[in-house]
């Protein structure tokens, strides 16, 4: 078994006089969470994630990957331990209802667009609010639904789509504000092996844009795109492989 948190605790971005420490994106120490009716999900589990890492988060049914992304999103709160997020604690957040909506791109296991507008007011409409204008926030869905190869598809509904096609379109939308994280859970879980591996390149441009990505999958040869993969067993990280 290798080290679970090979990024460490910090990285310099610049050298020398005035060199900026940085905190990873995303630090999880000894986090517990039991359900309530007792099920233990995350057992004393750590992690460190350094910022534009790629990793992938593999690991059998039930084993807790699902509520560790629930975690980093804020969507839950661990039952002990600490989640830290630009170094920030979680606990200690007061908008997390902003860190949510801003922070982290969330893309959920069971997709869950609104089945009564198009697709790409489904991308548009998680940009209300913010600094764009009507024309910005189309012209921005627009140019991610042609990133996720799903350009011209604008206006159907999500009904009328495929599983994979429905999934691409939760990806554009996770990344509609320009998260500093994208979270993805089983984001290749409909697609064909070709797409998949188109989602993982796109994965590996945003990354290079300098976010910060996890991913949850079962395929081990798509787990091998990721910079890391980390496996999980029965709410614990137990290898952490470094891909390159
Ligand atoms: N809301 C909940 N209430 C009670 N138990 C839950 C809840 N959500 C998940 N669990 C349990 O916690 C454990 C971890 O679930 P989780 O969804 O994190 O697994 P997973 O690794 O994502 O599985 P899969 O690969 O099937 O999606 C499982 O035993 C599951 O039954
Ligand atoms: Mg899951």
Redesign the pocket.
């Known amino acids: 078994m290798s080290d679970p948190s090979p990024a460490g605790s910090a990285s310099t971005l610049a050298s020398g006089e005035g060199a900026v420490e940085q905190p990873p994106a995303i630090e999880l120490h000894d986090v517990v969470k039991r359900?309530?009716?007792g099920?233990l999900?995350l057992d004393h589990l750590d992690l460190v994630i350094a910022k534009q890492e790629f990793v992938a988060i593999s690991?059998?049914?039930?084993?807790?990957?699902?509520?560790?992304l629930h975690l980093i999103a804020a969507l839950d709160a661990p039952t002990s331990g600490t989640v830290l997020v630009n170094g920030h604690d979680l606990a200690k957040m007061h908008d997390l209802s902003y860190f949510r909506r801003r922070e982290v791109g969330l893309v959920f296991?069971l997709h869950d667009l609104l089945p009564r507008i198009s697709v790409l007011a489904n991308v548009e409409i998680v940009m209300y609010g913010t600094h764009r204008s009507s024309r910005g926030r189309h012209q921005r869905a627009n140019e991610l639904l042609e990133e996720v190869d799903l350009g011209g598809r604008g206006s159907r509904l999500p009904t009328q789509l495929s599983g994979g096609e429905r999934q691409r379109v939760a990806i554009a939308r996770a990344l509609a504000n320009e998260p500093g994280i994208l979270l993805a859970?089983?984001p290749t879980g409909n697609l064909d092996a070709e797409s998949a591996r188109r989602i993982m390149e796109l994965f590996g441009r945003v990354r290079n844009d300098g976010v910060t990505v996890v991913m949850?999958t079962?395929d081990e040869a798509l787990a091998a795109m990721a910079d890391r993969t980390d496996r999980?067993e029965v709410?614990r990280i137990v290898s952490s492989t470094r891909n390159r």
């Open positions: 359900y309530r009716g099920v999900a690991g059998p049914s039930g084993c807790g990957k699902s509520t560790l296991q859970d089983e949850v079962h999980i709410g």
